[in-house]
């Protein structure tokens, strides 16, 4: 929901350091001045320098941190927010940063991950686009020039060859701009949801996406009920964090349910929530019924990080090889389809 301009590093270490310089006895605006000294990114050099006038105007860290929602979350804000209020600013903010530095390298785990895909299929398509725009068209007139029949691959060849030739550059246009417009329609608010309803049921992706989001979720309620924020409150709070719709709609239920008293495991029970499996129930139930929910939350959290570590190697797994044969596919059905004619070609002038 919110788009931050900032890296979830560069939180991580905003929160590590400030809470190391107040640890120390600096104060907190002159802490947050160093910290703006010292960023290198001139985004978040702004966002502190906006951050640093409004403490010196007698604001809290928290009030002045809400004015940057994009680069710093309701969730993040919260957490300062509770901690302010309590008096544990510099325990919870290094906590925090623990947290956002797991966060940072599961994120970057699943990408390296993702990564030899996603070049795969770049450099196919770009390949592809070239293939098709400034060489196919080429072999019409040579095949024209061939008195032999033609096999019907090459005889589709030599159709996409002169659909290419005549609007390559118009097909190529229209996909990139159908692209981009689907794009905007999923992101509407109305679609989004149907969307992210559809790909959670996905088999792999959905498990994925759903892992993610439950990670998400637990580690965000613990990090919160740990400051001291009530489940309401953190609740409420994840409704506005998460970015899958499905997920905010879940959090948005279960904090109406806790605030007329409801236990949290007998919500999540209920039929509603069928993207929550069992497992999450009964740990929610124990952390309940032993005082201890947000180490419920937490053990919640690095189970579903582990999950979407596997999820994301599979799928890897499965993809690579399915991509390479597909490609090898291509390559072997473009071969045939200019090799056979020239050699029946050649057969016939022989004889």
């Given at each position: 929901?919110?788009s931050s301009?900032i890296?979830?590093s560069?939180?991580?270490?905003?929160?590590?350091?400030l809470?190391?310089?107040?640890?120390?006895?600096?104060?907190?605006?002159?802490?947050?001045?160093v910290l703006?000294?010292?960023t290198?990114?001139?985004?978040f050099?702004?966002v502190l320098q906006?951050?640093c006038a409004?403490?010196?105007?007698?604001?809290?860290?928290a009030?002045?941190?809400r004015?940057h929602?994009?680069?710093?979350?309701?969730?993040?804000v919260?957490?300062?927010e509770?901690?302010e209020?309590?008096g544990t600013?510099?325990?919870?903010?290094?906590f925090l940063?623990?947290q956002?530095?797991k966060?940072?390298?599961?994120?970057?785990?699943i990408?390296g991950i993702?990564?030899y895909p996603a070049?795969?299929?770049g450099?196919?398509?770009?390949m592809?686009s070239?293939i098709s725009?400034?060489?196919?068209p080429?072999?019409?007139?040579?095949f024209?020039?061939l008195?032999v029949?033609?096999?019907w691959?090459?005889?589709?060849?030599?159709?996409?060859?002169?659909l290419?030739?005549?609007?390559?550059?118009?097909?190529?246009?229209?996909?990139?701009?159908?692209?981009?417009?689907?794009?905007?329609?999923?992101?509407?608010?109305?679609?989004?949801?149907?969307?992210h309803?559809?790909?959670?049921s996905?088999?792999i992706?959905?498990?994925f996406?759903s892992?993610?989001?439950?990670g998400?979720?637990?580690?965000?309620?613990?990090i919160?009920?740990?400051?001291?924020?009530?489940?309401v409150?953190?609740l409420g709070v994840?409704?506005e964090?998460?970015t899958?719709?499905?997920?905010?709609?879940?959090?948005?239920e279960?904090?109406e349910g806790?605030?007329t008293?409801?236990?949290?495991s007998?919500?999540?029970e209920r039929s509603?929530?069928?993207?929550?499996p069992?497992?999450?129930t009964?740990?929610?139930?124990?952390g309940?019924?032993?005082g201890?929910l947000?180490?419920?939350?937490?053990?919640?959290s690095?189970?579903?990080?582990?999950?979407?570590?596997?999820?994301?190697?599979r799928?890897?797994?499965?993809?690579e090889?399915?991509?390479?044969?597909?490609?090898?596919?291509?390559v072997?059905?473009?071969?045939?389809?200019?090799i056979?004619p020239?050699?029946?070609?050649?057969g016939?002038?022989?004889r």
């Open positions: 929901m919110f301009h890296r979830l560069d939180r991580a270490v905003f929160a590590k350091h809470a190391m310089m107040l640890k120390s006895g600096i104060s907190l605006l002159e802490a947050l001045r703006e000294m010292e290198k990114l001139p985004v050099r702004r906006s951050i409004d403490v010196e105007n007698g604001k809290k860290l009030e002045a941190l004015v929602l994009k680069d710093f979350d309701p969730f993040f919260s957490v300062v509770v901690s209020e309590s600013l510099s325990e919870n903010l290094e940063a623990k956002l530095s966060e940072d390298a599961l994120h970057k785990k990408q993702l990564l070049l795969i299929l450099v196919a398509a770009i592809g070239f725009i400034f060489i196919l080429k072999l019409i007139d040579l024209d020039s008195d029949a033609l096999p691959s090459t005889r589709a060849l030599l159709w996409f060859a002169a290419m030739k005549a609007h390559g550059f118009l097909i190529i246009v229209s996909l990139v701009v159908c692209g981009m417009l689907f794009r905007f329609i999923v992101h509407t608010r109305w679609v989004e949801a149907k969307w309803a559809v790909l959670l996905l088999p992706i959905g498990t996406l892992a993610v989001s439950l998400r979720l637990f580690r965000g309620l613990g919160m009920m740990r400051s001291g924020l009530p489940l409150h953190a994840e409704e964090s998460l899958n719709r499905v997920f905010q709609r879940y959090a948005r279960l904090k806790v605030s008293g409801t236990e949290l007998t919500l999540l509603g929530f069928r993207h929550v069992p497992l999450a009964k740990m929610v139930a124990v309940e019924r032993t201890k947000d180490e419920s939350f937490f053990f919640l690095r189970f579903f990080d582990e999950e979407v570590d596997t999820v994301a190697k799928f890897s797994t499965l993809l090889p399915a991509l390479l044969f597909a490609i090898a596919g291509i072997l059905f473009i071969a045939l389809s200019i056979t020239i050699y029946s070609l050649t016939s002038l022989q």
